[in-house]
């Protein structure tokens, strides 16, 4: 699984927590991810929101051009500062979102929902 946070606290912590179960790699940006994902899929995507240069709405959208079937696998996380923008984004999306702070048990749950294509509205 891909953890996409440009806090390196962040994904630390979610590896450390993942690891026994997920392979987990963490990269600082969305443009690393997206050219990761470009290269190989992943099982699951834990993604910040909101991220300098390159947002998770942005690898959303770009995804959504030119990767479709890989926008399910994102699970979205934030600190809850929204923007306007990013209110609409998540009315629009149909993907998991946690809000931090969350607890290891909401995240691997959330994980599970995305690999066994367990729909949102289902969990």
Do not use: W
Not at 22 to 33: I, T, W
Not at 103 to 123: F, K, S
Request: glycine share 6%; with cysteine.
């Amino acid at each position: 699984m891909l953890v996409i946070d440009d806090e390196v606290a962040v994904g630390t912590a979610l590896r450390r927590i993942l690891r026994r179960d997920f392979e987990v790699e963490h990269v600082l940006s969305a443009r690393e991810a997206l050219e990761r994902i470009r290269r190989k899929p992943y099982d699951a995507m834990l993604c910040d929101l909101m991220m300098p240069d390159m947002t998770g709405m942005d690898l959303y959208d770009e995804l959504q051009r030119t990767l479709p079937g890989e926008i399910a696998k994102i699970v979205f996380f934030t600190g809850g500062a929204f923007t306007q923008g990013a209110r609409a984004f998540l009315e629009r999306v149909p993907n998991l979102r946690l809000e931090k702070p969350f607890e290891t048990v909401q995240v691997e749950r959330a994980l599970q929902d995305v690999i066994l294509g367990v729909a949102p509205d289902d969990a």
